[in-house]
C-alpha cells in the first residue's frame, strides 16, 4: 500500500516563498509519475504540476514560470517550489501518484 505524506505548508505573505516536501513509502518511487494538485475553499481541485520518472514536467498555466516541481529518487521524495505566491495561490496542496494521495498541507499566503 503506498502512502504519501506532504509537509512544508504554512502562512507566507505575497511575494515569498515555500518550498513543499512529499515523501513516498510503499512503491518503487523512481518508476513512477508524482503530481501536485490544490483545492481552494469551495473550488473542485486543481492540477498544479506533474513530474514523470524520467523528471519531464507539465504545470498549470496559472503557475507557470513561478513553481518548480522536483523529484529526488534517493529520498522518495517530490517537491514543489513555490515563488512569487499570490494570495489565489492559498489551497490545501496534495500530492498524488497513481490513485494515490497524501492528506494535503495548507498553504495560506496573505495579502
Known amino acids: 500500500q503506498a502512502q504519501l505524506v506532504e509537509s512544508g505548508g504554512g502562512l507566507v505573505q505575497a511575494g515569498g516563498s515555500l518550498t513543499l516536501s512529499c515523501a513516498a513509502s510503499?512503491?518503487?518511487?523512481s518508476s513512477w509519475t508524482m503530481h501536485w494538485f490544490r483545492q481552494a475553499p469551495g473550488k473542485e481541485r486543481e492540477f498544479v504540476a506533474t513530474i514523470t520518472w524520467s523528471s519531464s514536467t507539465i504545470y498549470s498555466d496559472s503557475v507557470k514560470g513561478r513553481f518548480t516541481i522536483s523529484r529526488d529518487n534517493a529520498k522518495n521524495t517530490v517537491y514543489l517550489q513555490m515563488n512569487s505566491l499570490k494570495p489565489e495561490d492559498t489551497a490545501v496542496y496534495y500530492c498524488k501518484t497513481s490513485a494515490y494521495w497524501g492528506q494535503g498541507t495548507q498553504v495560506t499566503v496573505s495579502s
Open positions: 510503499g512503491l518503487t518511487f
